[in-house]
C-alpha cells in the first residue's frame, strides 16, 4: 500500500506571497492532520480534516488555513507569508476507525514539505 | 495546556546496550501513546503504539505505560548506530495529537 506523499517536497517563497501544500494519504485513510516542524517549536498542530470537515484547529493564525476533498486529499494555503514561516510542513494520515476488530487512530506521516521564506 | 515533556538529550549509548526514553504528559484522560523515529532531515516513522497499561514488545522495541504515573517509555534493546535518530513521544488527548520535542539518541559503534 502507497504511503502518504506530498506536493512539493521543496518551496522557496517570498515575504506576502501565497503558498498551497498538497497531501494525498494512504488508500482508505479518511483523516488528515497537518503540522508544523522547526528546530525551535518541535511539531506544532495546525489542524486535521476528517471526511471533509476541519475537526480540530491549533493555535496558528487565520493566515494558515486548509481543505479535504471528497477522495480524502488534503490542501494547506499559507497567505501573507512571513519569514517565521519557514519550516517543514508534514501531513498525517490516520484511518481513525476499526482496523478488523481493533480501533486505531495511529498517524503515519508523509515526507514532507520544505518551504524556506525569504 | 495540554503538555508532553521528553527529555532532550542527547542520550548517548554504546552499541549492544539498552537505551531508555521516558515521557510524560499532563492530560490525564489520553488514551492513546505514539513513539516515532525522526531522522535527520526526515519526517517521523512509527515505532510503535500503546493502549493499555504494562509493556508492549515489538521485536527489539518495548514500550511501557502506566497511566497512574502519566510516564510512557520506550526501550530499544541491542541498540544499532542505525537507532541513531531523534524519537518522538506522542500523545493523543481528545482528538488531538500533542508531540514532545523529542530526545536524542546517539549509539556509539
Known amino acids: 500500500k502507497a504511503g502518504v506523499t506530498q506536493t512539493p517536497r521543496y518551496l522557496i517563497k517570498t515575504r506576502g506571497q501565497q503558498v498551497t501544500l498538497s497531501c494525498s494519504p494512504i488508500?482508505?485513510?479518511?483523516?488528515v492532520s497537518w503540522y508544523q516542524q522547526t528546530p525551535g517549536q518541535g511539531l506544532q498542530f495546525l489542524f486535521e480534516y476528517f471526511s471533509e470537515t476541519q475537526r480540530n484547529k491549533g493555535n496558528f493564525p487565520g493566515r494558515f488555513s486548509g481543505r479535504q476533498f471528497s477522495n480524502s486529499r488534503s490542501e494547506m494555503n499559507v497567505s501573507t507569508l512571513e519569514l517565521g514561516d519557514s519550516a517543514l510542513y508534514l501531513c498525517?494520515?490516520?484511518?481513525?476507525?476499526?482496523?478488523?476488530?481493533?480501533?486505531?487512530?495511529?498517524?503515519?506521516f508523509g515526507p514532507g514539505t520544505r518551504l524556506t521564506v525569504l | 495546556q495540554k503538555e508532553v515533556e521528553q527529555n532532550s538529550g542527547p542520550l548517548s549509548v554504546p552499541e549492544g546496550a539498552i537505551a531508555s526514553l521516558n515521557c510524560t504528559y499532563s492530560d490525564r484522560g489520553s488514551q492513546s501513546f505514539f513513539w516515532y523515529r525522526q531522522y535527520s532531515g526526515k519526517s517521523p516513522e512509527l515505532i510503535m503504539s500503546i493502549y493499555s497499561n504494562g509493556d508492549k514488545e515489538d521485536g527489539r522495541f518495548t514500550a511501557q505505560l502506566n497511566k497512574a504515573s502519566q510516564y510512557v517509555s520506550l526501550l530499544i534493546r541491542d541498540s544499532q548506530p542505525s537507532d541513531s535518530a531523534t524519537y518522538l513521544c506522542?500523545?493523543?488527548?481528545?482528538?488531538?495529537?500533542?508531540f514532545g520535542t523529542g530526545t536524542s539518541l546517539t549509539v556509539i559503534p
Open positions: 506522542a500523545v493523543k488527548g481528545g482528538n488531538q495529537f500533542y
Open positions: 498525517a494520515s490516520s484511518r481513525y476507525g476499526l482496523a478488523g476488530a481493533f480501533f486505531t487512530d495511529t498517524q503515519y
Open positions: 488508500s482508505g485513510h479518511r483523516s
